[in-house]
T-cell receptor
Framework: AAGVIQSPRHLIKEKRETATLKCYPIPRHDTVYWYQQGPGQDPQFLISFYEKMQSDKGSIPDRFSAQQFSDYHSELNMSSLELGDSALYFC???????????FGPGTRLLVL | GENVEQHPSTLSVQEGDSAVIKCTYS??????FPWYKQELGKRPQLIID?????GEKKDQRIAVTLNKTAKHFSLHITETQPEDSAVYFCAASEGGGADGLTFGKGTHLIIQP
């Protein structure tokens, strides 16, 4: 079965640079969620979109923004990167706004 | 906001024995409680979930119980196998409006051969 696709899988950036992470949800899924997971920590919810509209907002820094496009894929834009932004970034998708969330393989971001 | 407490942080059991992981939550509006299994460097994988209109749910060796009055839910794994070794996370959300999940801190389950 098709799963959530994330790109790139690995990313290395310098401090103060920008990064864009992409997420392609499971076909027919219209809701996407972004999570950040630091080493040895639990996933922290950042933001979600349902039918291309921002739906819920968590601990997303002001330096980050995201959007969902007409084909339901989503992009997380991260600016002025800091060392502390180094983490695994997961995208999850669901069918409808109240359904089970399925996680993608993640993007590992390293900020040097 | 929601706060989810998870215990224990590490659990070591003999292969074939049962494992129980417990979580409590703070927001009485929460009504969706999934459990995820995560192996090192991999994605969280849903293993079972329960909604507030159900007190117990079972899927083969895995079961989850929910006590809404006590704001408490538990994961039970029977006949544990080496491949059950992983970090397990409980989570909670209101289950509507594309709500993000609030996760517990995780339990590192170790199955001793």
């Amino acid at each position: 079965a098709a799963g959530v696709i994330q790109s790139p899988r690995h990313l290395i950036k310098e401090k103060r640079e920008t990064a864009t992470l992409k997420c392609y949800p499971i076909p027919r899924h219209d809701t996407v969620y972004w999570y950040q997971q630091g080493p040895g920590q639990d996933p922290q919810f950042l933001i979600s979109f349902y039918e291309k509209m921002q739906s819920d907002k968590g601990s997303i820094p002001d330096r980050f923004s995201a959007q969902q496009f007409s084909d339901y894929h989503s992009e997380l834009n991260m600016s002025s990167l800091e060392l502390g932004d180094s983490a695994l970034y997961f995208c999850a998708s669901s069918e409808g706004s109240q359904e089970t969330q399925y996680f993608g393989p993640g993007t590992r971001l390293l900020v040097l | 906001g929601e706060n989810v407490e998870q215990h224990p942080s590490t659990l070591s059991v003999q292969e074939g024995d049962s494992a129980v992981i417990k979580c409590t939550y703070s927001d009485s509006a929460s009504n969706y409680f999934p459990w995820y299994k995560q192996e090192l460097g991999k994605r969280p994988q849903l293993i079972i979930d329960i909604r507030s209109n159900v007190g117990e749910k079972k899927d083969q060796r895995i079961a989850v119980t929910l006590n809404k009055t006590a704001k408490h839910f538990s994961l039970h794994i029977t006949e544990t196998q080496p491949e059950d070794s992983a970090v397990y996370f409980c989570a909670a959300s209101e289950g509507g409006g594309a709500d993000g999940l609030t996760f517990g801190k995780g339990t590192h389950l170790i199955i001793q051969p």
